[in-house]
């Protein structure tokens, strides 16, 4: 089959062995035919000899040209130079058999230098190699060799060849030269480019996975994108809905302040009724019997005094005209009265005046007193107009009271007393009608007064705010004084402060908490911290002007919003002010909340502020909350807690570094400003200590001296001393525990540590330092030490047993 399928491609074929095919019938044809060949294959074996000694040359050139190139080089790849190559036809027995005894093989020569692992073989590499090695078979002619190779080759099609770098006629010989002029550096490098590429190619088959796998997660996070955007766009339209429910608490919460302002102003002016009918209803206590018991001793004389007015009135040269009262109620009478300077004046102007006080007061004090202010004030025209009526002088007489030709010594005191009241109501009515001017003109005159000028207005503002009857006015212009000043300096504020001062003591605890308290509260969060400054030092000047249950409430909420402040001089100001308000708190309730604004302050950032906590807040805190040992106990806590936070030196668990602590710089300032505090607080351990012994006879004395003694009573006796025992039992081991965690660096830290304790030492005596500050740090360092003056309680804690 084979055979045949050879045969019919006739282009494969040369003619002559179709001939010699042809001709093998004949043996004479055959016989000629050998002897030609034998002649042929002489010349041909003498040119094959002359064609291998040139090979042999040419391979000696080559392999010195190639020497000194890796001599160049230094590196080497092996060359196998195939040759000995038949390029005539014949078949291949006698070709090897000529090969064998005419000629020497050439064995392929190896360099010293190996080829890199080329890796297996692929299939499209086979391919070309098959296909080169059936063209070369064919063109050399062993055909039968073809047949054979084309036979064995049966997972491949060899009479298709692929279109590609490598399909080129006569192939292998074209591999063979381009392999000789190649030097072993190229062919090194184009192994390598072809290792590159496919390693390329598996990258790139790696990178469109992974792309996919992007697209992919692209797609999730499209997904997620869209969920997230409608998720958003929900809290949008919840936030929408939040700020217009905010916008509307805000409307509720403005006229629920001014209905609360509108309630102010009703509860002063009922204060001011209460105060005036209050007056009114003590003078009416004072003035009405007296006026009765006046009138009603007198009446027998008015009849007396209007016979005498005809006798006196042709002779006294004082006779004014007679004036004429008429009423109209259907009966016209006449009242004619004749008066004397400086008795008939005053008389009537008593009367009238007597009448409008007593309507005054009755207005203040409604109508508990009307019946009786109505009678008092009727009771004079009545009797004047009776005694008018009956006296026989055509309507004209005269109602003043005389002893003697002249008035009596109770007239004239009433009508004086009377006309003093009258005085007095016209000055109020018309300080009133001042104060309302001026508190109409204060606001339009302030904003054209020099700003260093202003505090010339502050009596004018004070006045207007302590005596105008309107609650919203008096707002206003309280509010006016707190902004007096845009940016008011030290001594302004101090002007301001005093003015408010004033006024507090002037109107008030009620007026100073619903007037002056809300001005300090609009102001905590004002833009200039001058006047949050103001704030903070008005909260401890006007705590003495307010109830008690508004200094640990109100007051206490501004001060803690303060020290939270971002200026400096604000928290400075509301720690200070914060230790004057602790005095007139009228208890201990908010102790705890206290004592938490203490160590926060302790702990700012600004050394100013920690020197005025220290200096003013803590002692007025000991002094007011009594828990020194509360506040040593959260010092020691925050002091080792700050510390052990803190991230380690080393990750290595076991090692020495690990327990050793990196401290930021805000941890560190911290600890050290914790410190400071420490030490300031060893005085009132001392006095505490002195003052709770619990040996009476060491106690009696005023100064207790730590000798060996009195640490016999306290190792021996079955008392407690908790301040005494909480340096060695608690503190000293903490700071122990605390240094430990120090690394090297942090010198300034173990320096506070060692002041605090040479502090210890000279408080309590070279005794206290020997007996039993020495045992305890020997203890923690492993060391045997004496702890004969210690409790057995206090030995097994100190053990850690």
Same mark, same amino acid.
Request: glycine share 2%.
């Given at each position: 089959m084979y055979y045949q399928k050879f045969t019919c491609r006739g282009y494969e074929f040369i003619s002559s062995s179709l001939l010699f095919i042809g001709a093998v019938l004949d043996p004479q044809t055959l016989l000629e035919e050998k002897e030609s060949l034998e002649e042929k294959l002489a010349v041909r074996e003498y040119e094959l000899r002359l064609a291998q000694e040139d090979i042999?040359?040419?391979?000696?050139?080559?392999?010195?040209?190639?020497?000194?190139?890796?001599?160049?080089?230094?590196?080497?790849?092996?060359?196998f130079l195939f040759t000995n190559v038949m390029f005539s036809q014949g078949s291949l027995g006698a070709h090897a058999n000529t090969t064998a005894n005419n000629g020497p093989i050439v064995q392929p020569i190896m360099r010293d230098v190996s080829f890199p692992d080329l890796g297996p073989l692929k299939d499209n590499e086979r391919l070309d190699l098959n296909c080169a090695v059936k063209e070369y078979l064919l063109l050399?002619?062993?055909?039968?060799?073809?047949?054979?190779?084309?036979?064995?080759?049966?997972?491949?099609?060899?009479?298709?060849?692929?279109?590609?770098?490598?399909?080129?006629?006569?192939?292998?010989r074209h591999y063979y030269y381009q392999y000789l002029c190649s030097t072993a550096e190229a062919a090194e490098e184009k192994i390598k480019m072809l290792q590159e590429n496919e390693a390329l190619r598996k990258e790139n088959d790696r990178l469109k996975s992974n792309g996919q796998s992007l697209l992919k997660s692209k797609e999730m996070s499209d997904a997620q994108?869209?969920?997230?955007?409608?998720?958003?766009?929900?809290?949008?339209?919840?936030?929408?809905?939040?700020?217009?429910?905010?916008?509307?608490?805000?409307?509720?919460?403005?006229?629920?302040?001014?209905?609360?302002?509108?309630?102010?102003?009703?509860?002063?002016?009922?204060?001011?009724?209460?105060?005036?009918?209050?007056?009114g209803k003590s003078i009416l206590a004072t003035d009405s019997a007296p006026m009765q018991s006046l009138l009603e001793n007198h009446s027998d004389k008015i009849e007396?005094?209007?016979?005498?007015?005809?006798?006196?009135?042709?002779?006294?040269?004082?006779?004014d005209p007679i004036e004429s009262i008429k009423r109209e109620d259907g009966n016209v009478t006449q009242l004619d009265q004749v008066e004397e300077p400086q008795v008939n004046d005053n008389a009537s102007s008593a009367v009238g005046s007597l009448s409008g006080k007593v309507n005054a007061g009755t207005d203040m004090m409604g109508k508990q007193g009307s019946d009786d202010t109505t009678s008092i004030s009727e009771k004079v025209p009545e009797q004047l107009l009776t005694s008018s009526g009956e006296s026989g002088f055509s309507g004209k007489s005269e109602t003043f009271c005389m002893d003697n030709g002249k008035p009596s010594q109770e007239t004239d005191n009433f009508i004086k007393k009377v006309n003093n009241l009258d005085a007095e109501s016209n000055a109020e009515r018309m300080g009133l009608e001042t104060i309302q001017i001026l508190s109409n003109a204060l606001p339009?005159?302030?904003?054209?007064?020099?700003?260093?000028? /202003?505090?010339? +207005?502050?009596?004018?503002?004070?006045?207007?705010?302590?005596?105008?009857?309107?609650?919203? #006015? @008096? $707002? %206003? !212009?309280?509010?006016?004084?707190?902004?007096?000043?845009?940016?008011?300096?030290?001594?302004?504020?101090?002007?301001?402060?005093?003015?408010?001062?004033?006024?507090?003591?002037?109107?008030?605890?009620?007026?100073?908490?619903?007037?002056?308290?809300?001005?300090?509260?609009?102001?905590?969060?004002?833009?200039?911290?001058? /006047?949050?400054? +103001?704030?903070?030092?008005?909260?401890?000047?006007?705590?003495?002007?307010?109830?008690?249950? #508004? @200094? $640990? %409430? !109100?007051?206490?909420?501004?001060?803690?919003?303060?020290?939270?402040?971002?200026?400096?001089?604000?928290?400075?100001?509301?720690?200070?002010?914060?230790?004057?308000?602790?005095?007139?708190?009228?208890?201990?309730d908010k102790y705890f909340k206290v004592e938490e604004m203490m160590f926060q302050l302790v702990c700012d950032p600004s050394g100013i502020v920690v020197e005025t906590t220290i200096k003013d807040l803590v002692p007025a805190l000991i002094n007011w909350g009594n828990k020194l040992d509360h506040i040593l106990q959260v010092l020691l806590s925050h002091i080792l807690g700050s510390a052990?936070?803190?991230?380690?030196?080393?990750?290595?668990?076991?090692?020495?570094?690990?327990?050793?602590?990196?401290?930021?710089?805000?941890?560190?300032?911290?600890?050290?400003?914790?410190?400071?505090?420490?030490?300031?607080?060893?005085?009132?351990?001392?006095?505490?200590?002195?003052?709770?012994?619990?040996?009476?006879?060491?106690?009696?004395?005023?100064?207790?001296?730590?000798?060996?003694?009195l640490f016999e009573l306290y190792a021996g006796g079955h008392v407690e001393w908790p301040t005494f025992e909480w340096l060695h039992i608690e503190c000293f081991p903490t700071l122990i525990q605390f240094s430990c965690l120090l690394p090297q660096k942090e010198d300034n830290l173990r320096h506070r540590v060692t002041k605090f304790l040479l502090a210890v030492a000279d408080q309590f005596g070279e005794p206290y330092l020997t007996d039993i500050m020495l045992p305890v740090f020997l203890v923690a360092v492993g060391d045997d030490a004496d702890l004969k003056f210690f409790p057995f309680k206090a030995q097994s804690e100190l053990r850690g047993n």
């Open positions: 042999l040359s040419l391979k000696a050139e080559v392999l010195k040209k190639t020497e000194s190139n890796l001599d160049e080089s230094r590196d080497a790849v092996p060359i050399a002619g062993y055909r039968l060799t073809a047949m054979t190779f084309y036979e064995e080759v049966t997972d491949q099609n060899l009479d298709v060849w692929e279109n590609s770098s490598a399909c080129v006629p006569d192939a292998l994108v869209m969920a997230l955007t409608k998720s958003l766009e929900s809290l949008q339209k919840d936030t929408k809905e939040k700020e217009t429910l905010v916008q509307d608490l805000k409307t509720i919460l403005e006229s629920q302040r001014k209905e609360l302002n509108d309630c102010r102003a009703e509860i002063t002016s009922l204060k001011m009724h209460i105060e005036g009918a209050q007056s007396l005094l209007q016979n005498e007015v005809e006798i006196l009135k042709p002779t006294s040269v004082y006779a339009k005159i302030v904003p054209y007064v020099l700003i260093n000028h /202003r505090e010339e +207005l502050l009596p004018l503002i004070m006045c207007a705010i302590e005596r105008h009857p309107d609650s919203a #006015t @008096r $707002d %206003s !212009l309280t509010h006016t004084l707190f902004n007096l000043i845009k940016r008011p300096d030290e001594k302004q504020r101090r002007i301001i402060m005093d003015a408010c001062v004033t006024l507090a003591k002037n109107v008030g605890e009620l007026r100073t908490e619903t007037e002056l308290l809300p001005q300090c509260w609009e102001q905590i969060n004002h833009m200039h911290e001058e /006047r949050r400054l +103001l704030v903070a030092q008005s909260c401890g000047e006007l705590a003495e002007f307010v109830p008690p249950e #508004t @200094r $640990d %409430s !109100l007051i206490l909420s501004i001060v803690q919003q303060l020290i939270e402040d971002s200026a400096t001089v604000v928290r400075e100001a509301a720690a200070h002010n914060l230790a004057l308000l602790l005095a007139l708190f009228p208890n201990t052990q936070r803190c991230p380690p030196l080393s990750g290595v668990e076991g090692s020495i570094e690990s327990h050793l602590r990196v401290l930021g710089e805000r941890e560190r300032w911290n600890i050290d400003v914790l410190l400071r505090l420490l030490a300031e607080l060893l005085s009132y351990v001392h006095q505490k200590a002195v003052e709770t012994c619990p040996f009476s006879s060491v106690s009696d004395s005023t100064e207790i001296s730590f000798t060996p003694s």
